[in-house]
């Protein structure tokens, strides 16, 4: 007498089985990868434009009032800004003036378009100026003030708006829209003194 299986039961092939599984991974798996690539490629890029901003506030801290400085702290940032952070991306960089309350007191605004020059032209920086509220003549770095609001040793910093550009196709990947984040740094510091 011959035993015949159950008329469900059949045969599995672990050959289609493991294609199936593989079919089923292998999209998550490598969405997981260009993340990880992506969320490198975009720390880098926030840590390149914060240093930029550290440095360009202690170039204008050290600076004060002398004339051009802010031609200095513009070719500062150009100098920091390097791969894989595009100069290009840059939207704006402020220069102001504010107190112990992060106060804005007024604000210098440069774009990065056309060109600027200190007063030799020996340096020339890729941005125009377009807002005029801090300017150098009067930033004070006296000890016991300048009058006119400056009681004493005026607080300086420098924010740098940066527009990132996706590196990875990740947002199409995971059906993200919009567009990529805008950094926004700033660091402040006070002008180094002078008596």
């Not at 011959?2 to 599984?21: D, T």
């Not at 506030?57 to 070719?75: F, K, M, P, R």
């Not at 740098?160 to 829209?177: A, H, K």
Request: with cysteine; glycine share 10%; net charge negative.
């Amino acid at each position: 007498m011959r035993l015949v299986g159950h008329p469900l039961r059949h045969r599995r092939n672990p050959r289609g089985q493991a294609l199936v599984e593989f079919a089923l991974v292998i999209p998550v798996f490598l969405a997981l990868v260009v993340a990880i690539a992506e969320f490198a490629f975009l720390l880098t890029v926030k840590t390149g434009v914060t240093y930029a901003s550290q440095d360009a506030t202690q170039i204008a801290a050290e600076l004060g009032n002398t004339s051009d400085a802010d031609v200095y702290i513009l070719q500062q940032i150009e100098e920091d800004v390097q791969a894989p952070v595009d100069k290009a991306k840059i939207q704006s960089v402020s220069v102001f003036w504010t107190d112990l309350n992060s106060t804005n007191k007024g604000a210098n605004t440069f774009t990065r378009s056309g060109s600027m020059s200190d007063d030799s032209g020996t340096v020339t920086v890729p941005y125009t100026q377009t807002g005029f509220g801090y300017p150098v003549a009067s930033r004070c770095n006296v000890i016991l003030g300048c009058g006119s609001g400056h009681p004493g040793v005026d607080w300086i910093g420098v924010t740098i708006t940066y527009s990132y550009q996706w590196v990875t196709p990740l947002p199409g990947m995971i059906g993200l829209g919009g567009s990529p984040p805008t950094f926004v740094e700033t660091n402040t510091s006070r002008l180094e003194p002078i008596r």
